[in-house]
């Protein structure tokens, strides 16, 4: 296990099948993988961290990359397809979750709803302190979405109820859709009240939101990000926050996690969480079944149940 051991589950559920390795509570990790090179025959990761090239030189005994994420920018996939080895991840049941968790930081970020929380909390309501927050309505907005697979049609879908316009851009104008398509990030953030990154991250995605984009956004737009920290120049987010370039942000992923822009935690439109998008525990128990699931069937012979390589 190349990522530390974020779910007591998916732990024990590997424990009982597997002789597990715990690369992250390893002091020497160099010492530690020239010891078991010809024994390790599978690596489970996660979003933060995976198999590169070198570790996958490292083991040639390696036969199966299983992710307990959607995400695989930790998974150097060109490597493993020149030596075979396989790679799986855990697409569909975070889609629910991560939609959701969209839809919570527009809400939370228009309508202020942490520092509301906070203003009650610490009693000045009840001091009689005047609540001077700018709430903004939330219902009828523009949604932009960069990325229109699972979990942007899942982010759409929920919009709309919320009588929500829906645009978006993907690589190509996605057949049978009805929500406006624009040809460029920047046209459709020219376009939206709130632009959602709900794409993968690849070289061609990383920084997608930069100050072109942002500034297009404007002053009175608002960045959702529940996609890859790398999507998104932080240095320019937090210039244009501060500056007031940008109207608000609802973020739920960074650049460098675990560690945040300090600038960003006295903003009172931004709403910043810790990486929880499929955070429930449903979900991170549905995902480890299909890690171990993954695992079993590629050791009994029997086709994968989510292959990506």
């Given at each position: 296990?190349?990522?530390?051991?974020?779910?007591p589950?998916?732990?024990?559920?590997?424990?009982?099948?597997?002789?597990?390795?715990k690369l992250?509570?390893?002091?020497?990790k160099?010492?530690?993988?020239?010891?078991?090179?010809?024994?390790?025959?599978?690596?489970?990761?996660?979003?933060?961290?995976?198999?590169?090239?070198?570790?996958?030189?490292?083991?040639?005994?390696?036969?199966?990359?299983?992710?307990?994420?959607?995400?695989?920018?930790?998974?150097?996939?060109a490597?493993?397809?020149?030596?075979g080895?396989?790679?799986?991840?855990?697409?569909?049941?975070?889609?629910?979750?991560?939609?959701?968790?969209?839809?919570?930081?527009m809400?939370?970020?228009?309508?202020?709803?942490?520092?509301?929380?906070?203003?009650?909390?610490?009693?000045?309501?009840?001091?009689?302190?005047?609540?001077?927050?700018?709430?903004?309505?939330?219902?009828?907005?523009?949604?932009?979405?960069?990325?229109?697979?699972?979990?942007?049609?899942?982010?759409?879908?929920?919009?709309?109820?919320?009588?929500?316009?829906?645009?978006?851009?993907?690589?190509?104008?996605?057949?049978?859709?009805?929500?406006?398509?624009?040809?460029?990030?920047?046209?459709?953030?020219?376009?939206?009240?709130?632009?959602?990154?709900?794409?993968?991250?690849?070289?061609?995605?990383?920084?997608?939101?930069?100050?072109e984009?942002?500034?297009?956004?404007?002053?009175?737009?608002?960045?959702?990000?529940?996609?890859?920290?790398?999507?998104?120049?932080?240095?320019?987010?937090?210039s244009?926050?501060?500056?007031?370039?940008?109207?608000?942000?609802?973020?739920?992923?960074?650049?460098?996690?675990?560690?945040?822009?300090?600038?960003?935690?006295?903003?009172?439109?931004?709403?910043?969480?810790p990486?929880?998008?499929?955070?429930?525990?449903?979900?991170?128990?549905?995902?480890a079944?299909?890690?171990?699931?993954?695992?079993?069937?590629?050791?009994?012979n029997?086709p994968?149940?989510?292959?990506?390589v």
């Amino acid at each position: 296990m190349t990522c530390p051991p974020v779910h007591p589950y998916l732990v024990e559920a590997l424990e009982k099948r597997f002789t597990l390795h715990k690369l992250d509570s390893v002091p020497d990790k160099a010492q530690f993988l020239s010891s078991h090179r010809d024994s390790i025959r599978a690596v489970v990761g996660n979003a933060a961290a995976g198999a590169d090239a070198e570790l996958i030189d490292q083991l040639p005994k390696l036969e199966i990359v299983s992710s307990y994420s959607v995400g695989l920018d930790k998974i150097d996939l060109a490597k493993c397809k020149e030596k075979g080895i396989r790679v799986t991840n855990t697409p569909d049941v975070l889609t629910d979750d991560v939609a959701d968790l969209a839809l919570g930081l527009m809400l939370a970020v228009l309508r202020r709803l942490c520092e509301s929380d906070r203003y009650v909390r610490s009693g000045l309501w009840k001091k009689g302190v005047g609540f001077n927050l700018f709430l903004l309505q939330f219902s009828g907005k523009t949604v932009g979405i960069i990325g229109l697979g699972r979990i942007g049609m899942a982010i759409a879908q929920r919009a709309e109820a919320f009588s929500c316009p829906i645009s978006y851009f993907s690589r190509s104008q996605k057949p049978g859709i009805n929500y406006k398509y624009h040809p460029s990030v920047v046209d459709l953030a020219a376009n939206c009240d709130i632009l959602v990154v709900a794409c993968a991250l690849t070289p061609e995605t990383r920084h997608i939101i930069n100050r072109e984009v942002i500034d297009a956004l404007g002053p009175k737009g608002v960045l959702i990000n529940i996609g890859r920290g790398p999507h998104v120049d932080e240095a320019e987010l937090v210039s244009a926050l501060v500056e007031g370039r940008l109207g608000g942000a609802g973020l739920d992923v960074f650049q460098d996690e675990p560690n945040v822009p300090e600038e960003l935690f006295k903003l009172e439109n931004v709403v910043l969480l810790p990486h929880v998008g499929s955070g429930t525990v449903e979900t991170r128990q549905a995902m480890a079944d299909l890690v171990v699931g993954n695992l079993e069937a590629h050791f009994l012979n029997k086709p994968l149940l989510t292959p990506v390589v």
